[in-house]
């Protein structure tokens, strides 16, 4: 079985500046592939390229070994690849069943008299939600009086319903606090285990590895380290992450600073 | 509603009631009608209500159309100047040029869809903000209303509607009057309450009233989950643009001449009577039924002022204190909206 997502060798420039340049990981079904680096190290040039708003310029980029090129982030959904964004998930100031069903409303009638559905919309986005293990007080309340974790659910949960096969999470963990942060890895674990590629995109790798089972660690545009789980411990992680050998220069420099 | 929380059980009909948008516009057309009818003699009477009716329905089209597009999140400055800019396209063809009025409308309500797109269409292909796109339209319509005028019949006026093809009958269904009791009412009004139910049911029905919520509450989050943006905010752009025919041609049938200046100014009070009704200058939030409502209390205090006998003067202080009301108010409504069920 060919995997959900494979690129290989995938690159991306802007006008002269490289923004991503041969990186290659697989996405398989019911495994969390963890993208990580620092700021500026690529990671979103490379989800935006897997969710259809940007274009690869090199390399090879398939979705269950079809070669493909995303021409918009619709050409991604009909694939079956759907992104959830940090901080665009979700219209604040609509309901939770109105943001569930956005961009897909569930209609009545034909033609001038096609109305939405608003029944089936509000039982469907509970049970969705419940299903999720996401417990909400009343799907009429404004997705603006839920907490950052809940949105983030919201959106997971949407696009699980919608029969996403991947799941791209943009650091979903990035704005929130310990207990939030859990309660959005728990779902994603969940996702995980209901037989979704997800692609989890953290600058965090004690995010990451808890649910990771392969980690492809991004710097300046290229592809630093890409390992599975048992190749790699979360001490190796982090220090990968931090920049490596950078880190234990700085470390050795500081150390200078302080002794007199 | 099979399974509903017990922690909902606490949110009664009050709270519910008050995160509706026009709840405010409500209660502030409640005020204003029971004082002047106390005030005013003349306000209660048929033929008064038929006068601020009257006043408050084609004022009204206009404020639900924007409304609509202030939810989606765009201003348009050139709505006003557009109920003039159509009524002039539509004399000028069937005065000057002789074609039958229906058709002279229909030619009409493609200049104003025209319009209306290319409104649209420069705002979301450049990003602007509609304020200034719309000024410009605005500016640029004024200049054209008047300069063809002028240029067609060498004065800043298109008069002589009476006498064409087809003003009957188009007169009938846009500028006739029917009775209620021996008082006649303006035709107007009928097309006010029609043009508010269907936007409302738009609103809050369909799936593009859906995406009109979406794309004024956060353009890229709607964008992300695939509705189309441009499209809905070219929509609205040309609802507005078509309203604006609509005022224009029951303007026209029933004055049977315009004015090559008319219209100037009134894009703000249709965006005031939206504000009153609800709707949130940042978009994402409104009514249509608060924006037809935001326009009663506009005419009701307009007239009842007239039947008051003060000075109308008076009316713009009112309006001023109306809308610093409005907004005072949508702002702790939106706040308690967002946090009544937490």
């Known amino acids: 079985m060919s995997a959900l997502i494979e690129v290989d060798g995938i690159g991306k420039n802007y006008g002269n500046v490289v923004a991503l340049h041969d990186v290659s990981t697989v996405v398989n079904a019911g495994e969390v592939t963890c993208v990580l680096g620092d700021n500026g190290a690529g990671k979103s040039t490379l989800i935006k390229i897997l969710a259809g708003v940007h274009q690869h310029d090199s390399g090879r980029f398939l979705v269950e070994g079809e070669e493909v090129r995303l021409g918009s982030p619709r050409d991604a959904l009909d694939l079956g690849i759907a992104t959830v964004y940090q901080d665009l998930a979700v219209v604040p100031l609509m309901s939770v069943w109105r943001n569930f069903f956005l961009g897909s409303e569930p209609t009545v009638g034909f033609g001038p008299f096609q109305r939405l559905d608003r029944r089936t919309g509000r039982e469907t986005a509970r049970k969705a939600l419940a299903d999720l293990g996401i417990d909400l007080r009343d799907v009429?309340?404004?997705?603006?009086?839920?907490?950052?974790?809940?949105?983030?659910?919201?959106?997971?949960?949407?696009?699980?319903?919608?029969?996403?096969?991947?799941?791209?999470?943009?650091?979903?963990?990035?704005?929130?606090?310990?207990?939030?942060?859990?309660?959005?890895?728990?779902?994603?674990?969940?996702?995980?285990?209901?037989?979704?590629?997800?692609?989890?995109?953290?600058?965090?790798?004690?995010?990451?590895?808890?649910?990771?089972?392969?980690?492809?660690?991004?710097?300046?545009?290229?592809?630093?380290?890409?390992?599975?789980?048992?190749?790699?411990?979360?001490?190796?992680?982090?220090?990968?992450?931090?920049?490596?050998?950078?880190?234990?220069?700085?470390?050795?420099?500081?150390?200078?600073?302080?002794?007199? | 509603m099979t399974t509903l929380d017990e922690r909902v059980a606490q949110n009664g009909l009050v709270s519910r009631l008050i995160v509706r948008p026009e709840i405010g516009a409500l209660i502030g057309a409640l005020a204003v009608f029971v004082f002047f009818s106390i005030v005013a003699d003349k306000f209660l009477t048929a033929a008064g209500v038929a006068t601020w009716l009257d006043d408050s329905a084609t004022l009204g089209i206009m404020a639900v159309a924007v409304a609509l597009l202030m939810i989606g999140g765009e201003f348009d400055l050139s709505a006003g100047v557009m109920t003039a800019s159509t009524a002039l396209v539509t004399a000028i063809l069937a005065v000057e040029v002789g074609l039958n009025v229906w058709l002279a409308l229909l030619l009409s309500l493609v200049f104003a869809l025209g319009v209306g797109a290319l409104n649209g269409w420069i705002v979301v292909r450049t990003g602007l903000p509609s304020f200034i796109v719309t000024l410009g339209t605005f500016l640029a319509l004024q200049g054209l209303n008047l300069g063809i005028t002028r240029l067609v019949t060498n004065s800043v006026q298109v008069s002589g509607m009476r006498s064409t093809d087809g003003y009957e009958s188009a007169g009938f269904v846009f500028a006739?009057?029917?009775?209620?009791?021996?008082?006649?009412?303006?035709?107007?009004?009928?097309?006010?309450?029609?043009?508010?139910?269907?936007?409302?049911?738009?609103?809050?029905?369909?799936?593009?009233?859906?995406?009109?919520?979406?794309?004024?509450?956060?353009?890229?989050s709607a964008r992300a989950v695939g509705v189309p943006v441009r499209r809905t905010k070219i929509l609205l752009f040309m609802t507005t643009a078509a309203a604006g025919w609509l005022v224009g041609s029951i303007n026209i049938l029933r004055f049977t001449t315009v004015q090559a200046n008319q219209g100037i100014g009134l894009e703000f009070q249709f965006i005031i009577a939206a504000v009153i009704g609800g709707c949130l200058l940042t978009g994402g939030f409104g009514s249509a039924i608060g924006a037809a409502i935001g326009a009663l209390i506009f005419g009701m205090a307009r007239q009842g002022i007239v039947f008051a006998n003060w000075n109308s003067d008076w009316f713009m202080l009112f309006l001023g204190i109306m809308l610093l009301g409005a907004v005072l108010v949508n702002n702790t409504f939106r706040r308690r909206a967002e946090r009544v069920r937490r």
Not at chain 1, 217 to 223: I, M
Not at chain 1, 230 to 241: G, H, S, V, Y
Not at chain 2, 201 to 214: P, Q
């Open chain 1, 140 to 260: 009429e309340q404004p997705v603006g009086t839920l907490s950052g974790g809940e949105r983030q659910c919201v959106a997971i949960a949407r696009a699980v319903h919608f029969g996403a096969k991947v799941l791209i999470l943009d650091e979903p963990t990035a704005a929130l606090g310990v207990k939030q942060a859990g309660l959005v890895l728990r779902h994603v674990a969940q996702a995980r285990d209901r037989g979704l590629g997800v692609v989890l995109i953290t600058h965090n790798p004690h995010h990451a590895y808890p649910v990771g089972s392969r980690f492809l660690v991004l710097k300046r545009g290229a592809s630093l380290r890409s390992a599975e789980k048992k190749d790699i411990t979360l001490e190796e992680l982090t220090r990968q992450m931090a920049g490596g050998a950078e880190l234990e220069a700085l470390e050795h420099e500081l150390r200078e600073v302080s002794s007199p």
């Open chain 2, 176 to 220: 006739s009057t029917f009775q209620v009791g021996d008082t006649p009412f303006q035709i107007s009004i009928v097309w006010w309450l029609g043009f508010a139910a269907l936007a409302a049911w738009v609103l809050v029905r369909t799936k593009f009233g859906n995406w009109t919520f979406a794309v004024g509450g956060s353009a890229p």
